[in-house]
C-alpha cells in the first residue's frame, strides 16, 4: 500500500481487541507499522512502536517484516530492523510511487544501498499497480520495477511484489528479467488459475486479511490448490483487516485471524500451518535472530 493513498478509510474506529493467541508462532510477512501506529501525519516513537511489536508477539506473531514504500520509510524500515530482533526490512519505492515519478536515478541508488544492509532482506514493494496509476505512468513503472528485481537480485534478497490488476503484465516482466530466488506476491489478488501460475513458477503467495472476506472466494480458492510451503501470512497494517474487523485499523496482533482461516481453507492443522509459514518465511528472508548471517 502506498502512503500516499489514504488511510483514513482503514482506521475507522478504535482498534480491535488481540485474538485469541496461536498455539504456535507464526509471523506477519508484510506490514507498516509507521503508518499503523504513527499514520500518515507523524512517525510513531520507538516506545510506540516497540508496544506495537509486543502486541503481536503475545498472540504468537514475534516476526515481523516491516516494508517501505518510498525513500523515507525504507529509511525508517531498516533503521528499525536494525535496532529491534523481532524485525526484517523490505525497502522499494511502491509502484504507485515510481508512476509519479519518484523512482528516479537518486530513489533507485537509496534502495539499493539499503538492500545491502545486513537486516534488509526484501525489496519490495515494487511491481506494477494497473488500478491507482494511469495510463500515463505506466512506463515510469514497470522501469522502476524492472530496476528493482535487478537491485534484488544483486543483493541475493526476496522480492515483494505489489500486483494490481497486473497479472500478466508482472509475469511477464518477471519471465524477461528473470525472477530473484525467492518472489513473494503480497496481499496475494489472484484466482486459481493465475495462482496456479505463480505456483508452478516457484513464488510463494502471501494472503492477507482479504482472504476473509465474505466476496472472496476466488482467494480461498487460490489459497487452497496453493502447496502450504508456498504460503505466506500478512497484515499489510494498518490496511485490509480481516474479518470480524473489516474497517477497523489492522495491525500485526490480528495476524492470528488470517492464520486460522488459512487453516480451515486448507485443511492444515493449526500448529502445523504455523510452523510451516514460519520455515517458509525463514527460508525466504533468512533468520531473524540477531548476529546471524541470511
Not at 504468537?60 to 525513500?71: A, F, S
Not at 528516479?104 to 488500478?131: K, M, N, Q, Y
Not at 512506463?139 to 494490481?164: P, T
Not at 496453493?226 to 505466506?232: A, F, I, S
Request: charged content about 25%; glycine content about 8%; aromatic content about 4%.
Amino acid at each position: 500500500m502506498s502512503r500516499s493513498a489514504s488511510s483514513r478509510a482503514n482506521r475507522r474506529g478504535e482498534p480491535p481487541p488481540s485474538p485469541e493467541p496461536l498455539p504456535a508462532p507464526a509471523l506477519d510477512s508484510h506490514t507498516h507499522l509507521d503508518i499503523a501506529v504513527g499514520g500518515e501525519s507523524r512517525l510513531p516513537t520507538d516506545p510506540e512502536v516497540d508496544a506495537e511489536i509486543e502486541a503481536a508477539a503475545a498472540v504468537g506473531v514475534p516476526r515481523l517484516v516491516q516494508v517501505g514504500v518510498d525513500v523515507a520509510s525504507s529509511r525508517w524500515s531498516a533503521d528499525l530492523a536494525a535496532r529491534h530482533p523481532n524485525v526484517l526490512a523490505a525497502v522499494a519505492v511502491h509502484p504507485n510511487e515510481a508512476g509519479a515519478g519518484a523512482a528516479d536515478d537518486e530513489a533507485l541508488a537509496e534502495i539499493d544501498r539499503l538492500a545491502a544492509l545486513p537486516r534488509v532482506r526484501a525489496v519490495g514493494e515494487t511491481g506494477l499497480d494497473r488500478f491507482r496509476t494511469g495510463p500515463e505512468g505506466w512506463a515510469a513503472q514497470e522501469a522502476s520495477f524492472r530496476a528493482h528485481i535487478r537491485i534484488a537480485k544483486e543483493h541475493g534478497v526476496a522480492l515483494v511484489i505489489h500486483d494490481r490488476e497486473a497479472h500478466a503484465e508482472i509475469l511477464e516482466v518477471l519471465e524477461d528479467e528473470g525472477p530473484p530466488e525467492h518472489t513473494v506476491f503480497h496481499c496475494f489478488s489472484g484466482d486459481a488459475a493465475f495462482a496456479k501460475a505463480c505456483v508452478e513458477r516457484g513464488f510463494v503467495l502471501s494472503f492477507a486479511g482479504t482472504l476473509t472476506f465474505g466476496n472472496a472466494a476466488y482467494l480461498r480458492e487460490a489459497a487452497a490448490l496453493t502447496p502450504v510451503d508456498q504460503l505466506l501470512v500478512e497484515t499489510d497494517s494498518p490496511f485490509l483487516t480481516p474479518m470480524p474487523h473489516r474497517g477497523r485499523p489492522n495491525a500485526s496482533r490480528l495476524v492470528p485471524l488470517t492464520v486460522r482461516a488459512l487453516a480451515d481453507v486448507t485443511g492444515v492443522d493449526l500448529a502445523e500451518l504455523c510452523h510451516t509459514l514460519t520455515a517458509t518465511a525463514e527460508r525466504v528472508f533468512g533468520p531473524w535472530q540477531d548476529g546471524e548471517q541470511r
